[in-house]
């Protein structure tokens, strides 16, 4: 289905849940080949309309969905992750699967959150969980991973298969780091290649480590002083 999907709470709008789906399910059906540097400026001039539409209508009674610029979006609890990273010119994307064990998740959630790096670091999935015929699975499995106890974790998820095309990655946890991209639509996904204006640099660091070892790896090989003084910080290596 190659849209780019991207996971966001949204706290207006009520619809039911089977309307959500329905219409979630319409989306998924009608752009299911869709290839963006295919398109016609005509193509993708109707697809910003229909999606402009959806996104008056795709907000369940949760106020967990919002459909903006082509992207379906979920979050917990905070918002501006159309932006991460950009206006410090250091991005991460923490590349991730279900299969990865919730305690991993977990760990490396409080870990950006005891780091303040909520606005920097977003975990990202190459797809949905079981395939996206369906939301709810992938919805109850991020519900689980953003439950702390009484809280919910504020942390930024993407589901973005662009992003893991962009980097090559083929396994999981990554941590990637991008310094200097700028994106022609910061509502697109970074991992369009048509969408960048400016490529930045980019590192990664992939193993089942600690958050803070991949600081440290991608500090090592960037040299870049704003990942190396979170490793200085946060590394126990």
């Known amino acids: 289905m190659w849209v780019v999907i991207l996971l966001a709470v949204s706290l207006s709008w009520a619809v039911s849940w089977e309307?959500?789906?329905?219409?979630?399910?319409?989306?998924?059906?009608?752009?299911?080949?869709?290839?963006?540097?295919?398109?016609?400026?005509?193509?993708?001039?109707?697809?910003?309309?229909?999606?402009k539409r959806l996104q008056e209508n795709a907000k369940n009674s949760k106020g967990m969905f919002e459909v903006q610029g082509g992207q379906v979006r979920f979050k917990g609890g905070n918002e501006g992750f159309a932006n991460v990273g950009l206006s410090s010119g250091t991005a991460f994307y923490l590349l991730m699967s279900s299969?990865?064990?919730?305690?991993?998740?977990?760990?490396?959630?409080?870990?950006?959150e005891r780091a303040k790096l909520e606005d920097r670091v977003v975990f990202?999935?190459?797809?949905?969980?079981?395939?996206?015929?369906?939301?709810k699975p992938t919805l109850e499995f991020l519900q689980d991973i953003l439950k702390d106890g009484e809280r919910e974790r504020s942390i930024g998820i993407w589901i973005d298969p662009?992003?893991?095309?962009?980097?090559?990655?083929?396994?999981?946890?990554?941590?990637?780091?991008?310094k200097g991209d700028?994106?022609?639509?910061?509502?697109l996904s970074p991992g369009r290649l048509d969408n960048l204006k400016v490529r930045g640099r980019e590192w990664i660091s992939c193993g089942d480590w600690s958050l803070g070892w991949h600081f440290k790896q991608?500090?090592?090989?960037?040299?870049?002083?704003?990942v190396c003084a979170l490793a200085r910080r946060y590394s126990p290596y």
């Open 19 to 51: 309307e959500l789906q329905r219409k979630y399910e319409e989306f998924l059906k009608k752009f299911r080949n869709y290839k963006p540097p295919e398109l016609s400026e005509e193509k993708k001039r109707k697809l910003e309309e229909d999606t």
């Open 182 to 187: 700028q994106l022609v639509d910061v509502e």
């Open 218 to 226: 991608l500090c090592e090989k960037s040299k870049e002083e704003d």
């Open 99 to 112: 299969s990865v064990p919730k305690s991993i998740w977990r760990s490396y959630a409080d870990f950006v």
């Open 162 to 178: 662009f992003i893991f095309r962009r980097f090559g990655v083929k396994e999981v946890p990554c941590l990637v780091m991008v």
């Open 124 to 135: 990202v999935l190459r797809g949905c969980v079981g395939g996206c015929t369906y939301i």
